[in-house]
């Protein structure tokens, strides 16, 4: 129960005052939304918030103090099975008011106060996009160094199956291989027979060189 303020009440004494914001607050907490002077939502927005911290914790301690204000039990189940959990969220600020103008009659100051919403459909909508932009933003981030080891490793890859693509061309084509061995043949025969006719004037010569007759002299 919030500290009242000095001087008159509500219309009444102490007791009086307890009566009516429990009655104000269960009327809140059943319909969401009730229509009251601005003195009277002012005074009832510090409890009510309070009770919905007790339901946002859930035990049956809190439980216990909210049947001290409330003894309506079926506004307590509501409070702690749908008004508490949607709130979960929310760190403060369940309630709002908004004046409407004066009362005819005596023209007294009125006001709606209302409880809000966890999350408008506006700023679910908001929330919901930035959670999915984080979630974007980390997935590019994150895996920088796995994208380079994923690329070192199918660069590796393709180099091995190049390698073995060759290997097996070069098995599979027997004539090539034939072809290259009959052209080194080829070529071993001619420089062969070059060394032949490089040999060949130097044996001539030899041969053709007659020998000095000492009996001519």
Known sequence: ??????????????????????????????????????????????????????????????????????????????????IGPTMAERPGGYTRIVKVGPRKGDNAPMAVIELCDALTAKAAVVKEAEKSRGTKVAAKKAPSGRTKEIAKDAASESETAAAVAAADEASSDPDQD?????????EQADVDEAAELTDAPEAGAELGAPESDPEAK
């Open 1 to 82: 129960m919030p500290t009242p303020t000095k001087g008159p009440r509500l219309g009444g004494g102490p007791a009086h005052e307890r009566l009516m914001l429990a009655n104000l607050a269960s009327a809140l907490f059943e319909h969401d939304r009730i229509t009251t002077t601005v003195a009277k939502a002012k005074r009832l927005r510090p409890l009510a918030e309070r009770l919905i911290t007790f339901a946002k914790r859930g035990d049956l301690h809190a439980r216990r103090q909210v049947m001290t204000v409330i003894r309506d039990k079926d506004v307590v189940h509501k409070l702690f099975a749908e």
């Open 178 to 186: 034939e072809g290259a061995l009959d052209t080194m043949g080829i």
